[in-house]
């Protein structure tokens, strides 16, 4: 136990001292009972609102409530604009010769959201008008104009031609008008039109097949029928075509091909290079050359019998490089004729080394070789009927039609190509210009090729034939040359107009009476005038112009089937023209 004295101190003028750092804080104490609830203190700030809740079922409508007031007016918009569409006609698609009038052209045009309801055809824009070709298609199994309705086109409904006469009438009550109509294959007429026929025009069969046989180009095109019927057979000329040449291979006159540009235009296709020794030396393109030395000597050169070699611009002598080992070019440099900078006095020279070019002076020595270009080969073809003779050989041009006889014309899609073992042959069918038949299929007339054709014909009118007469029944040759005029009695020959000489031999003859031509007899001579007659004739008339002598019958007499002219004046005299008559 320990003793602490007790002694009292008593202190003045105190004063605080500095505050010492905060001690190390104690251990909790044991808590001690619960002192009274305390005041409530403020009402915190609001939570967040949470999730909405699940809709409860709606619950019954309220009943309406009255009409409330009418409000006032809107101020008035503004007024909007029509728009309207034009309908024209045009020839073509860029509005040529416009028109409003419907189915008067080929073209419709529409233009949209125009301001006016019309326009003037006369002034208007083509162009503000979208043009389509106009067609209408009708397409039907029958097709019955009632109330006797007309089809038209070109024409009016009254059947009125337009200015040109193109298009067709068909009206109500059968008439039917066109002009410069076509009938593609066969006209026909009668019940039963196939079998009961009256009348074909045109009946034509045209080309019917084409055979070929060869190795080159099937390119023979029929561009036209014929109008006769007839076999034809064509053929590429032996020994006439020249075939196409190739680079590195052997050109036209000889040398080597070393360009191709593709095409034949300008009449050439190729180039061609000389001969190495072209210039007679030891080794290719042997000798040095100034300038103009080199175009000379190119230009003279010949060979394979050609001699329009020449020497090349600088395009044409770069084309020689690529083909320099077949060319066997020296790897020098060579001449072109072609001026750097439009100077003759320097020329291009291009490096056979290396395909490289520059320019030298026109004085320096350089190497040279020949070219040509390669002329255009040419194919002929020839034609014949079968079993007749080749026609000769004609050259082949592209899209020519060649006329083989009777109308039929070939052309050819190539000019080059072809093989000379290309032939072609061909039948053309039978062609009429008219056939008539009866209903059993014999043919009394045929037009075909210019030439009428009938079993028989009867001519009915009775009018003497005459110098003036122009209703006699027959005649042959135009009515102011020279023309026969038959009647039922009389041949009658004249010539504008005049009577004229027909001179022959009769073997038979029909008829009382038949005028013939000038014949010459010399004094106291007599002429047979006809041989091998029949009957009892005599002459009854012989008339000399130039003496103005006109002799009847005295003169001319008949011993047995031949007839004689006797003069019996003291000299030569021609009778113009002289009858017989059939006593």
């Given at each position: ?12 003028d ?72 034009w ?83 068909l009206?109500?009550?059968?008439i ?113 050359y ?162 009428l ?17 122009v ?26 107009g ?35 007659v ?9 008339y ?10 005295t ?14 004046a ?14």
């Amino acid at each position: 136990m320990s003793l602490i004295t007790k002694n009292q101190i008593t202190i003045i003028d105190v004063s605080d001292g500095e505050q010492g750092p905060q001690g190390i804080q104690g251990e909790t104490g044991a808590t001690g009972p619960q002192g009274a609830q305390g005041v409530q203190g403020e009402t915190g700030a609001t939570g967040p609102q949470g999730e909405t809740g699940a809709t409860g079922a709606q619950g019954p409508q309220g009943a309406t409530g009255p009409q409330g007031p009418t409000g006032t007016d809107g101020t008035d918009g503004i007024d909007g604009i029509s728009h309207y569409m034009w309908v024209a006609y045009a020839d073509d698609a860029d509005g040529s010769n416009l028109s409003d009038i419907p189915g008067t052209r080929q073209y419709i045009g529409h233009a949209y959201n125009q301001t006016s309801p019309t326009y003037d055809a006369e002034i208007v824009d083509p162009s503000v008008f979208y043009w389509i070709p106009y067609f209408l298609y009708l397409i039907a199994t029958k097709i019955r104009i009632t109330g006797n309705g007309v089809v038209y086109s070109g024409y009016d409904e009254n059947g009125n031609p337009p200015a040109d006469g193109k298009g067709f009438f068909l009206g109500g009550n059968g008439i039917f008008k066109a002009k410069d109509g076509e009938f593609i294959g066969t006209f026909r007429s009668g019940n039963g039109a196939s079998d009961s026929a009256r009348v074909a025009v045109k009946e034509d069969a045209g080309i019917t097949s084409i055979h070929y046989t060869g190795s080159g180009l099937n390119d023979l095109q029929i561009t036209q029928d014929g109008t006769i019927e007839a076999s034809y057979e064509v053929k590429i000329s032996t020994g006439q075509v020249s075939a196409p040449y190739s680079v590195g291979g052997i050109g036209e006159a000889g040398g080597t091909v070393f360009y191709d540009k593709g095409n034949w235009d300008d009449g050439y296709r190729y180039l061609e290079a000389a001969s190495p020794y072209w210039d007679n030396g030891s080794y290719p393109d042997n000798y040095y050359y100034n300038a103009w030395e080199a175009r000379d000597a190119c230009n003279a050169y010949s060979q394979g019998g050609f001699s329009d070699w020449f020497l090349g611009n600088l395009q044409q002598v770069l084309a020689m490089y690529p083909q320099k080992t077949a060319l066997s070019l020296r790897e020098n440099l060579y001449w072109a004729y072609q001026y750097y900078n439009d100077d003759d006095r320097t020329w291009y020279q291009v490096d056979m080394s290396d395909g490289s070019y520059t320019w030298a002076s026109i004085g320096l020595d350089r190497r040279a070789r020949p070219m040509r270009k390669t002329s255009k080969p040419v194919e002929y073809f020839q034609w014949r009927l079968v079993g007749g003779t080749w026609s000769s050989p004609t050259a082949i041009t592209a899209g020519t039609s060649y006329d083989l006889g009777n109308n039929v014309k070939i052309s050819f899609g190539n000019e080059l190509g072809h093989s000379t073992t290309d032939t072609w042959s061909f039948t053309q069918g039978s062609m009429y210009g008219l056939s008539i038949k009866n209903n059993i299929g014999t043919e009394y007339l045929k037009a075909s090729n210019g030439v009428l054709e009938l079993t028989k014909q009867r001519l009915t009118n009775t009018q003497d034939a005459s110098e003036t007469s122009v209703d006699h029944a027959f005649q042959i040759g135009p009515d102011n040359g020279q023309n026969i005029r038959f009647d039922t009695n009389e041949l009658l020959p004249l010539n504008n107009g005049n009577i004229a000489g027909l001179w022959t031999y009769l073997n038979s003859i029909r008829g009382p009476g038949v005028k013939y031509g000038s014949v010459t007899i010399s004094a106291n001579s007599r002429v047979a005038v006809a041989t091998g007659v029949s009957g009892t004739w005599r002459v009854h008339q012989a008339y000399n112009v130039n003496n103005n002598t006109d002799m009847w019958g005295t003169h001319g007499y008949q011993s047995g089937s031949t007839i004689y002219i006797h003069n019996t004046a003291g000299f030569t005299t021609t009778f113009d023209w002289f009858a017989l008559r059939l006593d």
